[in-house]
């Protein structure tokens, strides 16, 4: 075969070393507000507030107002010199840091597990059964998904507030659990899957059940640890349902309480945000293939 001419060749290496290099600085440019909030953890308090200058100040003391002024700003990676007491103070020394991370554990642990559980039942029934019924309550399924939560806010108030579930934790949990965006994208899988794996199955006497647990869901397996995860990441990072549902701070997630940690000292705010990301970071590093291939392949095989 005919090598392609020189210029062509040189062309194409130069975009090629140009996008390499452009991806590069995009990911470097991402990485950086959490590269100086792990290093920032590890500082101490004197540390940081030379570098940072006066984060806080009061302009009155009757008014309960507070406006952060950046005096001094250095924007550092390598701590003059390594300190663990802000994770000391987080971990065992106050525990509203603990039992805000519990409270998000609480909340987004149901959520995920029921959510996945509802979505695989619900989507398998939206790709084997057909109908007009059927296709009307999918396309309403999509709608739902398409809307943002603050349309649906009054709504899933109204409800909680007639099932007595206001300032409780069902009242994030039980919408949770039946939102439509797992059941839209399980279902999209599902219905991918080859009719004759489902009619090879029936010839050897698979039932229902055989054919959902041993079909379609390992078929499935790839989508459903991609739904798993974003859903984790969406009800981790959740600010409005608890703001709104739950009016006793004592049931916050660590995500609401973030916001308020600075305002009294922002070492712990560095040290928490750090303890904040694990989980999910944990998550994605253990199946990032698995939510590669799902995104990609929607999980599924072609038929």
């Known amino acids: 075969?005919?090598?392609?001419?020189?210029?062509?060749?040189?062309?194409?290496?130069?975009?090629?070393?140009?996008?390499?290099?452009?991806?590069?600085?995009?990911?470097l440019l991402f990485l950086f507000p959490t590269a100086v909030t792990i290093a920032n953890s590890f500082m101490t308090q004197k540390e940081i507030n030379a570098n940072y200058g006066a984060m806080i100040s009061n302009f009155d003391k009757n008014d309960s107002r507070k406006t952060f002024i950046s005096e001094k700003l250095n924007l550092k990676l390598i701590p003059d010199r390594v300190s663990f007491q802000q994770y000391i103070t987080v971990l065992f020394k106050n525990s509203d840091y603990l039992m805000k991370f519990w409270n998000s554990v609480i909340l987004v642990v149901p959520i995920v597990?029921?959510?996945?559980?509802?979505?695989?039942?619900?989507?398998?029934?939206?790709?084997?059964?057909?109908?007009?019924?059927?296709?009307?309550?999918?396309?309403?399924?999509?709608?739902?998904?398409?809307?943002?939560?603050?349309v649906t806010l009054v709504p899933n108030y109204l409800v909680a507030d007639m099932l007595g579930i206001v300032d409780t934790r069902l009242s994030i949990i039980l919408p949770g659990i039946f939102a439509p965006?797992?059941?839209?994208?399980?279902?999209?899988?599902?219905?991918?899957?080859?009719?004759?794996?489902?009619?090879?199955?029936?010839?050897d006497g698979a039932g229902e059940v055989q054919i959902f647990t041993q079909i379609c869901l390992p078929l499935s397996r790839s989508a459903i640890f991609s739904v798993v995860l974003l859903n984790f990441i969406d009800y981790w990072n959740m600010v409005e349902q608890p703001l709104i549902m739950l009016s006793d701070t004592d049931y916050h997630p660590l995500s609401v309480f973030l916001s308020k940690i600075n305002s009294g000292d922002v070492g712990l705010a560095f040290a928490v945000a750090v303890i904040y990301m694990i989980p999910t970071l944990l998550m994605f590093f253990y199946g990032e293939d698995y939510l590669v291939e799902g995104i990609a392949y929607s999980g599924g095989i072609k038929g």
């Open 1 to 27: 075969m005919r090598k392609p001419p020189l210029k062509i060749r040189l062309k194409r290496k130069f975009f090629s070393v140009f996008f390499t290099v452009f991806t590069a600085l995009c990911a």
């Open 113 to 150: 597990i029921f959510q996945t559980i509802v979505a695989l039942l619900a989507a398998y029934s939206f790709a084997r059964y057909q109908g007009r019924f059927k296709e009307i309550l999918f396309f309403l399924y999509v709608v739902l998904m398409l809307m943002p939560y603050q």
């Open 181 to 203: 965006f797992s059941v839209f994208i399980l279902a999209k899988v599902m219905r991918r899957i080859p009719v004759s794996y489902i009619e090879a199955a029936k010839l």
